[in-house]
Structures are given as C-alpha cells and as structure tokens.
C-alpha cells in the first residue's frame, strides 16, 4: 500500500530562516513524491516532484526537497522563508497499481512571520 | 491564472436542488479528477476519468454523478445533497498514466453550502 505521513499539523518560522516541513512515505516500489502548496481559497499548486536521479530536487519559488531513500523522507524545504510562504502544504504519492491516483497526506500549515 | 478553470466559484443550494459544477482544461490532459475537500483538510478522491471513461469511484454516494463529455469537460451534477456534503470541491488534471512524472493541475475550486 501507498502513503504519506505529515507529522506536524503545523510550523512556524522567522521571515529570512529557514523552513523545513516533513514528509515520510511508504510505497512498495519505486516512490513518485510530490509536494503541493495551497493558499485560502484556491486549489493545491504544484511546487516539485522526485521521480529519479539526484536526491535534493528543486522546484518553484525557491523550495526544495530532499529524497532520502533509507529514511524513506522526503523534507520540503527553503533557505529563507517569506511571509508569503504562509500557507498549506501537501505532500503527495502516486499509487503503483494506478498511476492516475495520488495520496495525500494530512496537511502542515506553515506560518512565517515578520 | 490556473489552467483548470472551474464554475461556478461558488454555490449555495437546498437538499432538493439539483446542480451542475463544471470544469474545463486545454492542456490536452486525458485524466481528470473530483476531490472534495474540507477546511484544513488533504483532497479526497471522488472519481477519475481517463480517456472519458470512469475508472475509479471512491465509493462515493449517488447523490453526486460525474460525467465526461470530451476529454477537455467534466461535471459533477448534483441532487438531494446534504449538509455535510459542504466542501469545496476540486477538479484537476494530468496527463494519462503512460507518464509518472506528470503531476496533477488543479483548479481553485467550487464552494458548495448546502441548506
């Protein structure tokens, strides 16, 4: 079976630090990873994918994420946080069996303050 | 500006209504997805649509019908909904299953209340 784990419901961080928001998956074959960000009132944005290759994968304004296979984790991350950044973020995997579905995991909210 | 576009934004209906919620894609995109989704909460699947056919059903009650017109349309009519079925209601798409890399496009979604 597929699925991911967020296990904060919630992260705070100062504007300019860094930010990290955790992910660990379970897959029983090769992990197809996502991670989405949504803000109020819209739907979940695309922000980076692991599929191959190299383990620190980068995506939109300015996250990162970082596959860690033996830890099977894969930590979404920023050098300096924005207040902007605020927002609900998901981490995702695509199932094996069907490759049209995707599960989620619960959601950590992230606030970054001035 | 998303590329899935979703109407209306928003809709207050009676459980005796009967509604349609729309959404549209041109990316060329051969699946296409219902969520719903409560506040703070992660999308869950309703139903998948690849190459206009249905293949998967979440189990979800009858009271919400998709259907797939063309491969660039997908409605989910409504009717005799009730209170809990208040959520905003996503759609999204991504290319077939031929290309795991392909992440899903998402919409910003329908809010539905229901009286």
């Known amino acids: 079976a597929q699925s991911v784990a967020q296990p904060e419901d919630q992260v705070n961080v100062a504007e300019g630090n860094p930010l990290t928001v955790k992910c660990t998956y379970s897959?029983?074959?090769?992990?197809?990873l996502f991670w989405y960000v949504q803000y109020p009132n819209r739907g979940l944005q695309f922000l980076l994918k692991?599929?191959?290759?190299?383990?620190l994968v980068k995506g939109s304004y300015g996250f990162e994420a970082e596959f860690n296979k033996s830890q099977t984790s894969f930590h979404l991350k920023k050098p300096s946080a924005l207040v902007s950044d605020s927002a609900l973020y998901f981490c995702?995997?695509?199932?094996?069996?069907?490759?049209?579905?995707?599960?989620f995991g619960s959601g950590t909210k992230l606030n970054v303050k001035p | 500006d998303t590329e899935v576009t979703q109407t209306p934004k928003h809709l207050v209906m009676g459980m005796t209504n009967k509604k349609s919620l729309k959404c549209e894609q041109h990316?060329?995109?051969?699946?296409m997805y219902w969520y719903k989704q409560k506040a703070k909460k992660p999308p869950e699947l309703m139903f998948v649509?690849?190459?206009?056919?249905?293949?998967i059903n979440e189990s979800v009650p009858s009271r919400f019908s998709p259907e797939c017109p063309n491969s660039s349309l997908l409605n989910l009519h409504l009717h005799a909904l009730q209170p809990e079925d208040s959520a905003l209601y996503l759609c999204?798409?991504?290319?077939?299953?031929?290309?795991?890399?392909?992440?899903?496009?998402f919409g910003d979604g329908t809010r539905l209340s229901i009286l």
């Open positions: 999204a798409s991504s290319q077939d299953s031929g290309n795991v890399a392909q992440p899903q496009h």
């Open positions: 897959v029983s074959g090769n992990p197809y």
């Open positions: 990316m060329g995109h051969r699946a």
């Open positions: 692991y599929i191959t290759g190299d383990n």
């Open positions: 995702a995997v695509r199932a094996q069996y069907n490759f049209n579905k995707f599960y």
């Open positions: 649509y690849s190459y206009e056919k249905l293949s």
